[in-house]
């Protein structure tokens, strides 16, 4: 089994900001998941969850979506098998439930379906 525990979200106002974590766990996480992707999905009420960004195992290739892009930066810390999401200028729009999810294969990307497994969730809220 993996776990992954998210935190960080929380309510701010237009042009604040947030700093988003999750932590993925399991018995054998460390072994059978190496080189694992991750990635942060949202969902806003009526809307079907999108992607917001993935980062590859090692660190270096990140992908954003079009309204985070210059916003946002996910990072990832490899020894902590945790992944974060820094949002800045933050707005309305980005008022959502916010996913993470792990990529074993590491190939996923954009792809949510393409995801094994996801957290819980964690609410952004973001006033005008």
């Known amino acids: 089994q993996v776990q992954l525990v998210e935190s960080g979200g929380g309510m701010v106002q237009a042009g604040g900001s947030l700093r988003l974590s999750c932590a993925a766990s399991g018995r054998t996480f460390g072994r059978t998941f190496s080189g694992y992707g991750m990635g942060w999905f949202r969902q806003a009420p009526g809307k079907e969850r999108e992607f917001v960004a993935h980062?590859?195992?090692?660190?270096?290739?990140?992908l954003y979506a079009e309204p985070v892009k210059g916003r946002f930066t996910i990072f990832r810390d490899n020894a902590k098998n945790t992944v974060y999401l820094q949002m800045i200028s933050l707005k309305p729009e980005d008022t959502a439930v916010y996913y993470c999810?792990?990529?074993?294969?590491?190939?996923?990307?954009?792809?949510?379906?393409?995801?094994?497994?996801w957290g819980q969730g964690t609410q952004v809220t973001v006033s005008s």
């Open positions: 999810a792990i990529d074993k294969r590491g190939s996923a990307w954009t792809d949510l379906t393409q995801y094994d497994y």
């Open positions: 980062i590859a195992w090692s660190g270096g290739v990140t």
